[in-house]
Nanobody, 128 residues
């Protein structure tokens, strides 16, 4: 069974930065596109970003474009989400997820239904 573990969340002031990590075990992430999602209290889970199997193609939600950067290090079996210029509305539990259903390795989109294996999440709180 695929296993993903998120880390790097925490409390940060508005305008600050955090880097989340998504470490995979029991499988090799080279074969999977990896997405980041978030869920705020009382809201549905939404897609944030996705990276292709090779790392050459990325997708972002409009709300995080030019502030967040997704990357992957397949040698370390890890995907990262660098979050800059954080806003209070970025407060949520952040999840990473894997899918082997791709467009020639590229993400099909940021719909939760496209992804089959999920981590447990890490809390990000942006507050002064």
């Amino acid at each position: 069974q695929l296993q993903l573990v998120e880390s790097g969340g925490g409390l940060v002031q508005p305008g600050g930065s955090l880097r989340l990590s998504c470490a995979a075990s029991r499988f090799i992430i080279d074969y999977y596109a990896i997405g980041w999602f978030r869920q705020a209290p009382g809201k549905e889970r939404e897609g944030v970003s996705c990276i292709s199997r090779s790392g050459g193609s990325t997708n972002y939600a409009d709300s995080v474009k030019e502030r967040f950067t997704i990357s992957r290090d397949n040698a370390k079996n890890t995907v990262y989400l660098q979050m800059n210029s954080l806003k209070p509305e970025d407060t949520a539990v952040y999840f990473c997820a894997a899918t082997d259903v791709t467009y020639d390795g590229r993400c099909r989109g940021l719909e939760t239904t496209e992804f089959t294996s999920w981590g447990q999440g890490t809390q990000v709180t942006v507050s002064s």
